[in-house]
């Protein structure tokens, strides 16, 4: 028998699987990996570089999954890799690729961005307050396993 806190989670689930999918299909049809469309998101959002650990962190994606895309958008000239110390990088978009990003990453921010401003302050600081300390309560509870 499934408790209310089970099927509250089937449902938390099930609706974070439909929102990555739908930022899947939205990447595809802007014809995006779901890695790329996550790092250009990142750098527009970052206001256009970003360290590279940032990305890994701000994304979620593994190091070789960021540096495998890297390297396509470097050979595209959509991006630059930017020293920053011995150990650093830091990812910079080109002119090229400030206007390549703008177009595919700027139109799904543009999208957000409208949908957040349909909804009140209120719903807005709820949503983010309750997401952030799931994630912060998760983050807690698996350290224990």
Same mark, same amino acid.
């Given at each position: ?17 439909? #929102? ?8 595809? @049809? %802007?014809?995006?990996? =779901?890695?790329? *469309? ?31 895309? #890297?390297?396509?958008l470097e050979k595209d000239g959509?991006? @630059? %890799?930017?020293?920053? =110390?011995?150990? *650093? ?24 961005n409208e949908i957040l401003d ?28």
């Amino acid at each position: 028998m499934k408790t209310t806190g089970s099927r509250n989670m089937m449902r938390f689930n099930h609706l974070a699987g439909e #929102i990555s999918a739908a930022y899947h299909t939205a990447s595809r @049809r %802007l014809g995006l990996s =779901d890695s790329v *469309s996550q790092i250009l998101y990142t750098l527009c959002e970052s206001g256009g570089s970003c360290q590279l650990t940032d990305i890994c962190h701000m994304t979620g994606l593994s190091k070789q999954t960021v540096n495998s895309s #890297i390297r396509g958008l470097e050979k595209d000239g959509t991006v @630059r %890799l930017e020293a920053i =110390d011995a150990k *650093s990088k830091k990812v910079v978009l080109t002119k090229q690729g400030d206007i390549f990003a703008e177009k595919t990453a700027g139109r799904l921010i543009k999208a957000e961005n409208e949908i957040l401003d349909s909804w009140s302050r209120e719903e807005i600081r709820l949503y983010l307050e309750l997401t952030e300390r799931f994630l912060n309560t998760f983050k807690e509870k698996t350290e224990e396993l």
